[in-house]
């Protein structure tokens, strides 16, 4: 039977701040994609559609009870596993990378998708045999082992910055979690053993953009190219901005990718200082809020969710502004309801769905 409480308990702070986001990186699009002739549907409308679809999504995870997802973390992770196999074997290439499965009338990025099923996996899995006076390595090696292959198909295609994402999500999830003291030290020194190793399994363009973040004059006109742009648009943006539709980076094309990866560059030039703090607040508001959700949950289940949705909002926040403004390499990270992009819409706003749900079935217990 339907429960009344079900509806007055609905998290419409969360849904509005989501959609207030979303709005501003739709005008986004419009002022920067506007002026392009495209085939079909224009660009800004495009992502009206997918943001649609995605609170479609969203509202369709509020439905049912999210315990049911405890159920299905291994169906999922082993479905998405399969499709992170069939990318290597079929999936579309676009400048360079194979990421994407053609179904004709949509590219499926499967792992924009492994991101919620990583966390509903770790959430049953901490929620079930995690210690909670803190997790040593004996009880870590099934989820690093659940992460070790996807991780290494995603960084194959190549989409480093997903891979990284991945990796931090999880990390996020395994530390909430709770470590030992001891466990804590064999993985930092581990981490930094990979750091270092890991410099040589890179290929070489993904070595040029470490090397043009540390110093991104050394190639002004190529691999510098981006971050250079992207810092001058920002900067010149001043206080409150040069005007909507009315900034020179954006218009006159010097900004390169300024839909996907560098859309914020756009948004801080166009409306300064000021509009990028509102931004920002709106997306502090949102993290802050999802912290909240976990803390009110009411299960362990529900918690590790919470926390790990809530993660992969932020490390996505955090590592696309690092990147526009020259603190982090160019990794290719879109920014969380605002950068243009179907897939990954609908992978936010289906995590949303889930805090959704979390919030509004936090007082059934």
Known sequence: MFDRRLVTHFDWVLLLLVLLVAGLG?????STTSGWAPAGLPIYL???????????????????DYRHLEYLGFFLYGITLALLLLVMLV?????GATRWIDFGFFNLQPSEVF??????????????????????????????????????LIARQPDLGTALL?????????LFAGLRRQTLTVLAFAGMAAIVGGWFLLRDYQKDRIRTFL????DPLGAGYHIIQSKIAIGSGGFFGKGFMQGTQSQLSFLPERHTDFAFSVFGEEWGFAGALFLLAL??????????IARSAGDRFGMFLAVGVTAMLFWHIVVNLGMVIGLLP???VPLPLFSYGGTSMVTTMAGVGILLNVSMRRFMF
């Open 330 to 332: 160019v990794v290719g």
């Open 26 to 30: 739709i005008l986004n699009l419009y």
């Open 46 to 64: 495009k992502q009206l559609v997918w943001c649609g679809f995605g609170l479609v999504i969203a509202m369709t995870f509020c439905t049912f």
């Open 115 to 152: 991101k919620i099923v990583v966390i509903i996996t770790l959430a049953r899995y901490f929620s079930e045999k995690g210690d909670l006076r803190g997790n040593d390595l004996f009880l870590l090696l099934l989820p690093f082992g659940l992460l070790i292959v996807p991780v290494l």
């Open 91 to 95: 999936g579309k290439t676009t400048m």
């Open 283 to 292: 997306y502090l508001l949102i993290i802050i809020w999802g912290i909240y």
């Open 166 to 174: 991945v990796m931090f999500i999880a990390l996020t999830v395994i």
């Open 215 to 218: 110093d991104p004059e050394r």
